[in-house]
Nanobody, 124 residues
């Protein structure tokens, strides 16, 4: 599975961005997630979603501000980010767990497929 993330950019604090992640190749993963990595910091979990969107999970730092969604017909997962803060500045990566896996996890080590990352910069 190849993942292509897009939608990053520069935005002022309080603004919004929507990230997209298009999948191609093999079957679209049941579990898709977004992670982020700020300079000098480890990659951290942001959000994840299952196939039917009946289950989602968010990092505490983004709850109520970010929304993950997916369009299985177009093999795309989204991350709507509202009320952005300077501390949200990071490279954002989309990721997929192995095909057939149905459990949402927050560890990046349990995701097999990764996109190239898209930079989000939030100015104060």
């Amino acid at each position: 599975v190849q993942l292509q993330a897009s939608g990053g950019g520069l935005v002022q604090a309080g603004g919004s961005l929507r990230l997209s992640c298009a999948a191609s190749g093999r079957t679209f993963s049941n579990i898709m997630g977004w992670f982020r990595q700020a300079p000098g910091r480890e990659r951290e979990f942001v959000a994840a979603i299952n196939w039917s969107a009946s289950f989602t999970r968010y990092a505490d730092s983004v709850k109520g501000r970010f929304t993950i969604s997916r369009d299985n017909a177009n093999n795309t997962v989204y991350l709507q980010m509202n009320s952005l803060k300077p501390e949200d500045t990071a490279v954002y990566y989309c990721a997929g767990r192995p095909t057939g896996v149905t459990v949402i996890t927050t560890s990046p080590y349990q995701y097999t497929y990764w996109g190239q990352g898209t930079l989000v910069t939030v100015s104060s």
